[in-house]
């Protein structure tokens, strides 16, 4: 069993940053693909950020591309995300998963994820 959990969301303005963390336990991650979802009101959840076992390869959604920065600590069991000039459609709540997918490098479907953390919210304001 692995237990990720989120944190470092907050209300922040637009144009604002903000630097999510998931704390993972119970199994060490160091060969796993992790990465972000996020889940606005009213709305699917959808794949934001991934990032490959060794930190080699990431992929992000075109709507954060070139302004987050998903990264990994291994020797700490830990992911980032690094969201910069934040826009109000970013409001959303922000999950952290991992995934143990052998035929995708970087999955962006939720079934391809395993574990799930409880999430953290953000709100970009006006």
């Known amino acids: 069993q692995v237990q990720l959990v989120e944190s470092g969301g907050g209300l922040v303005q637009a144009g604002g940053s903000l630097r999510l963390s998931c704390a993972a336990s119970?199994?060490?991650?160091?060969?796993?693909?992790m990465a972000w979802f996020r889940q606005a009101p009213g709305k699917e959840r959808e794949f934001v950020a991934g990032i490959t076992w060794n930190g080699g390869a990431t992929h992000y959604t075109d709507a954060v591309n070139g302004r987050f920065t998903i990264s990994r600590d291994n020797t700490k069991n830990m992911v980032y995300m690094q969201m910069t000039s934040l826009k109000p459609e970013d409001t959303a709540d922000y999950y952290c998963?991992?995934?143990?997918?052998?035929?995708?490098?970087?999955?962006?479907?939720?079934?391809?994820?395993?574990?799930w953390g409880q999430g953290t919210q953000v709100t970009v304001s006006s």
């Open positions: 119970g199994r060490t991650i160091n060969i796993y693909t």
């Open positions: 998963a991992l995934s143990s997918s052998l035929i995708v490098a970087i999955p962006v479907h939720l079934s391809d994820y395993e574990y």
